[in-house]
């Protein structure tokens, strides 16, 4: 038998080494209760967890967190600080993993709002304020895959911001291969095609919207086919970096931000080739009275004829010009 057993079945046998003496109530429901929860553990029913209550400063993000954590600031997060501070703790552990750094015992694999909304509490006046985590051993893979799963869903992270972590994933642990990231992931190859092309769109296209939280994947399958051709890609590309320095006014407090939507409306029309203008029927033709002398231009407009020369021409160029013209406008 196990350590852990003996240990549970000590704490149990505790209680019978002396002579019996009766119970009331109270004590036989708390015996059930202890004696419920023993063959829990010893069924894997019950899992235990160690959570601590730590510094938030002694944690930093993972590298490879899949959250932007310099995008979070007070507004996007006001909803978990106002609820923190109104249940007076911290309801969700964040999931963290142990690392040998001198500045910090944990990094956050899972839970970095949670992490900056307690930071925020701390640093204005809410000092009473603590990070619960959840310390776990874990490989970068299994952290990544924690880290999706349980972020997936979430509306707070961007689609691009997911499209890049995917992209990083399955360079670095998949060998580049969809179909093996998408099994691991129990998602569909064209679903993780698409948050990869949104990965793999221009720095032009990505700055051209006022966020990347603003930047959708639907918006790469928009693009996507005007990317494709040299012929619409140059255009496309010059236009986004013109609204690119649109925002980045916009960002600096000059003028307002193009909306997403006006954003890719732009860029769809400077992908449309211009209409060529219909050549203009003319019966414009050419006499000399011999090659390689200046001769006169005739045009018929309407039931007129009208003929042009340069008034530098020779009065011999222009005779045997319009005997040219003559002869080809009465001999048929």
Known sequence: ????????????????????????????????????????????????????????????????????????????????????????????????????????????????????????????????????????????????????????????????????????AIARYYGGKQKAMAERLEVSQPWLSRYLALASLPAQIVGAFPSIRDLKERHARDLKPLLARPATADPVLAQAARIEAQQQSARNGRGPFVDPMDVVKQLRRAAEEPKAKPARKTDEVTFRRSAGEKGIVTRKKGRKFLIEFEDSMSEASLRGALDAFLKARFSK
């Open 1 to 168: 038998m196990s350590k852990k057993h003996d240990a549970i079945f000590d704490d149990v046998l505790s209680d019978l080494d002396g002579p019996a003496r009766p119970t009331s109530g109270r004590e036989s429901a708390r015996f059930l209760k202890r004696s419920t929860t023993i063959n829990d553990r010893m069924s894997g029913e019950l899992e235990e967890k160690t959570l601590r209550w730590v510094d938030p400063s002694e944690c930093r993000m993972w590298e490879r967190h899949n959250r932007d954590y310099a995008l979070l600031n007070e507004e996007n997060c006001r909803d978990l600080i106002d609820g923190i501070r109104a249940q007076g703790r911290q309801e969700f552990a964040a999931v963290v993993r142990p690392i040998d750094d001198p500045n910090f015992k944990y990094e956050v694999i899972c839970g970095a709002r949670r992490h900056f909304a307690v930071s925020w509490l701390r640093a204005n006046n809410y000092t009473q304020f603590k990070y619960l985590v959840e310390p776990r051993e874990m490989s970068d893979e299994e952290a990544f895959r924690l880290a999706d799963i349980e972020n997936r869903e979430r509306e707070d992270i961007s689609d691009y911001e997911r499209a890049i972590d995917y992209a990083d």
